[in-house]
């Protein structure tokens, strides 16, 4: 069973950076998707960002420019680097893996709070 743990929330000023770590346990498995999602207090979860096996990029439009995703296949393990932080960024984190035949696993969330 594939099981994803978050690192790396907290509390920031505005301005400041962050960086998320999201390892996933288990072996013998490889992600044909890993992201980033987030949700803030009462709205929906979000899309952040994804990176493929292949090495494709995306990003939501509101994150582009100050955060990057980045992965360590080796470690089975992926990052979001957050700078610039916004109070609009505060939010719950999730790291999201989708295997090649669809199934997707969720972290169990990290929270980040943007404030001054």
């Known amino acids: 069973q594939v099981q994803l743990v978050e690192s790396g929330g907290g509390w920031v000023q505005p301005g400041e950076s962050l960086r998320l770590s999201c390892g996933a346990s288990g072996s013998g498995f490889s992600f044909s998707y890993m992201g980033w999602y987030r949700q803030a207090p009462g709205k929906q979860r979000e899309f952040v960002a994804r990176?493929?096996?292949?090495?494709?990029?995306n990003y939501a439009d509101s994150v582009k420019g100050r955060f990057t995703i980045s992965r360590d296949n080796a470690k089975n393990t992926w990052y979001l680097q957050m700078n610039s932080l916004k109070p609009e960024d505060t939010a719950v984190y999730y790291c999201?893996?989708?295997?090649?035949?669809?199934?997707?696993?969720w972290g169990q969330g990290t929270r980040v709070t943007v404030s001054s």
């Open positions: 990176i493929t096996s292949g090495g494709s990029i």
């Open positions: 999201n893996a989708i295997m090649p035949l669809g199934t997707a696993y």
